[in-house]
T-cell receptor, first 109, second 114 residues
Framework: KQEVTQIPAALSVPEGENLVLNCSFT??????LQWFRQDPGKGLTSLLL?????REQTSGRLNASLDKSSGRSTLYIAASQPGDSATYLC????????FGAGTTVTVRA | ETGVTQTPRHLVMGMTNKKSLKCEQH?????MYWYKQSAKKPLELMFV???????ENNSVPSRFSPECPNSSHLFLHLHTLQPEDSALYLC?????????????FGPGTRLTVT
């Protein structure tokens, strides 16, 4: 059974600092890995999707890397803003999506 | 309405009540999903429907009964729930089941069982 772990569970940083969120998974036989954002009272929004053959994806201030062989992914958010405050979920897909419990980020103004 | 909508957004029910959660997708998708998100735990897949047919039941207790009358609507009928069933229930849809079909999520229904 695929296990997805996200560390840390919570993170608080001052505005402008770069964010580093970690995700690890136990079974490297995945098709892709996705990072989602979840705001209170709202559903999940997909941020980045990395295919298993790719090493990274970038979108604006967000960059996600994937090391499939070691079962790790990292989400970098550059120059954090208060609007980046949310819970970030990592999910890997084989026959279905398996999610981590998330990292709750607070960016202090 | 656009995207995936869920009603109600919040629900409080007693253990002997019967209630239903509704999900509607306006994306023209053929697959729909129910997920459960308990506090501090990962999302758990509950049910998957593809073209109105249930394709996955992830060992969900029978007190949760899904219904998919068409590709746009998905219901979760609840009866005789337990306090540990209190959670955020998320609905999602995708063009089809299978890898690389992106899932679009609704805002969820926050369920509290008293």
């Amino acid at each position: 059974k695929q296990e997805v772990t996200q560390i840390p569970a919570a993170l608080s940083v001052p505005e402008g600092e770069n964010l580093v969120l970690n995700c690890s998974f136990t079974d490297s036989a995945i098709y892709n890995l996705q990072w989602f954002r979840q705001d209170p009272g709202k559903g999940l929004t997909s941020l980045l999707l990395i295919q298993s053959s790719q090493r990274e994806q970038t979108s604006g201030r967000l960059n996600a890397s994937l090391d499939k062989s070691s079962g790790r992914s990292t989400l970098y958010i550059a120059a954090s803003q208060p609007g980046d405050s949310a819970t970030y979920l990592c999910a890997v897909e084989l026959d279905k999506l398996s999610f981590g419990a998330g990292t709750t980020v607070t960016v202090r103004a | 309405e656009t995207g995936v909508t869920q009603t109600p957004r919040h629900l409080v029910m007693g253990m002997t009540n019967k209630k239903s959660l509704k999900c509607e997708q306006h994306l023209g998708h053929n697959a729909m999903y129910w997920y459960k998100q308990s506090a501090k735990k990962p999302l758990e897949l509950m049910f998957v429907y593809n073209f109105k047919e249930q394709t996955e039941n992830n060992s969900v207790p029978s007190r949760f009964s899904p219904e998919c009358p068409n590709s746009s609507h998905l219901f979760l009928h609840l009866h005789t729930l337990q306090p540990e069933d209190s959670a955020l229930y998320l609905c999602a849809s995708s063009q089809a089941t299978g890898v690389s079909y992106e899932q679009y999520f609704g805002p969820g229904t926050r369920l509290t069982v008293t």
